[in-house]
Structures are given as structure tokens and as C-alpha cells.
């Protein structure tokens, strides 16, 4: 079993940019592919960005490619989700989750292919 901890959400102007961090307990944090997904209110739970094991393979939602970076430290057993150039409509929960398995080329996608889910770090972008 992995435990996992959101951590670094706030509040933020539009244009500026928040880093949020997830650490991970319990099993091998390597085992494991990564995500971040995020709940506005009223609306379903959407994914963000997600990476493969290395870090090697990354996906991203088309709302926030190029604006937003995942990355991991496998040694620091932590997911970053680096948020850059924000904008009102990134306010939600950010939610890192984790996938076992190696055998992802980038990063899972969709929700139902996670395990674990940590319980959430807001994010509220000002206008």
C-alpha cells in the first residue's frame, strides 16, 4: 500500500505559479507511475498531468502543456507538479495518485488506472 501526501497549494494571482509536491510512503515509490488530477467545484474530477516510473515518459491535458511541469525524485520518494502561468479556471483540489507498474510508456491518463490517491491540496488562481 502507498500513502500520499499533497502538499504546497494556496492562493495565487493569475500569471503567477505554485508548486506542489506529493510524498509517498509505504511501498516502493519507483514501483509505481504517477499522476496529478484535480476537482473544481461542481465539476468531475479531470486529469493534469501524469509520468511513468523513471520519469522517463510524461502526459499532459492540453489545457495546461506547456505551461505545467510533473517530475519525481525517486531517491526523495516525491511527485512535483511544477504550475506555471496560472489562470482562475486551475482553481480545483489537486490530487497526486499512484499506478503500479512499469510497464506504462507515459503516464496513465485516466483515473480508474490508479491505485492510490492522496486527499487533495487546493489551488485557488485570483483574477
Known amino acids: 500500500q502507498v500513502q500520499l501526501v499533497e502538499s504546497g497549494g494556496g492562493l495565487v494571482q493569475a500569471g503567477g505559479a505554485l508548486r506542489l509536491s506529493c510524498a509517498a510512503s509505504?511501498?516502493?515509490?519507483?514501483?509505481?507511475?504517477m499522476g496529478w488530477f484535480r476537482q473544481a467545484p461542481g465539476k468531475e474530477r479531470e486529469f493534469v498531468a501524469a509520468l511513468t516510473w523513471s520519469g522517463g515518459g510524461t502526459a499532459y491535458a492540453g489545457s495546461v502543456r506547456g505551461r505545467f511541469g510533473i517530475s519525481r525524485d525517486n531517491a526523495k520518494n516525491t511527485l512535483y507538479l511544477q504550475m506555471n502561468s496560472l489562470k482562475p479556471e486551475a482553481t480545483a483540489v489537486y490530487y497526486c495518485?499512484?499506478?503500479?507498474?512499469?510497464?506504462?510508456?507515459?503516464?496513465?491518463?485516466?483515473?480508474?488506472?490508479?491505485?492510490?490517491w492522496g486527499q487533495g491540496t487546493q489551488v485557488t488562481v485570483s483574477s
Open positions: 495518485a499512484a499506478a503500479l507498474g512499469r510497464a506504462y510508456l507515459s503516464g496513465p491518463s485516466t483515473a480508474r488506472e490508479y491505485d492510490y
Open positions: 509505504g511501498r516502493t515509490f519507483a514501483d509505481y507511475a
